[in-house]
């Protein structure tokens, strides 16, 4: 979401930009004014958008374009150069329990995806041999439990569901339960979204 945002932003700055043999600082600070609007709208921590900005304007600024670049191409290399060393330059794989099932909970804003997300990551998984159960956790949004059973049935993954009307713990346990029994390895529990102003 956070790449979408930039991305958008960071259009119509790079529209400005070409053409030059050489990024100015108002180019420079303009296009990281939008990098910093869209990293905080998607709820990335002050502080490490204000760092991060600061690296990406230092190592702009002055930037000569590469031989094939424009220099809206320069920015978003550095971009991707700097957000690829802040996210991890190595790649993290799950650890799945000793004993299945290995349970996975997604959570984050509402509306950024977390369902979609659940179903693409349990089909995901399905392709590499393990046997998933999607897992309706969202009742405060039904919307979002039906949602779940359509991209379960779509991507012929099973999905454990209580209804709207229980305690989202209660509807963990009861998937990793029916998991157990199911011969299932794999929960992955869609939760419901928080706002950007909840208390964590």
């Known amino acids: ?113 977390k369902t979609t997300t659940s179903a693409k990551l349990a089909h995901y998984f399905k392709k590499q041999g393990r046997k998933p159960l999607l897992t309706a956790c969202d009742v405060y949004r039904p919307a979002a439990i039906k949602q779940l059973q359509v991209l379960g049935e779509q991507l012929t993954l099973p999905v454990f569901t209580l209804g709207d009307k229980q305690n989202p713990v209660d509807i963990a346990k009861g998937a990793i339960s029916q998991a157990c029994k199911q011969g299932q390895d794999l929960v992955i529990l869609d939760t419901a979204g928080r706002l950007h102003v909840d208390q964590i």
């Open 1 to 113: 979401m956070a790449f979408e945002n930039i991305t958008a932003r960071l259009q119509g700055v790079f529209k400005n930009l070409r053409g030059k043999g050489k990024l100015t600082e108002k180019d420079v600070r303009t296009a990281m004014r939008e990098v910093r609007l869209a990293l905080l709208e998607a709820d990335v921590n002050y502080r490490v958008v204000k760092d991060f900005v600061a690296i990406l304007t230092e190592r702009a600024i002055g930037s000569e374009v590469l031989e094939s670049l424009t220099p809206a191409q320069q920015v978003i290399k550095i971009v991707h150069e700097e957000m690829t060393h802040l996210m991890g330059e190595s790649q993290s794989k799950i650890t799945f329990a000793s004993k299945p099932p290995t349970v996975i909970m997604i959570v984050g804003l509402q509306g950024s995806g």
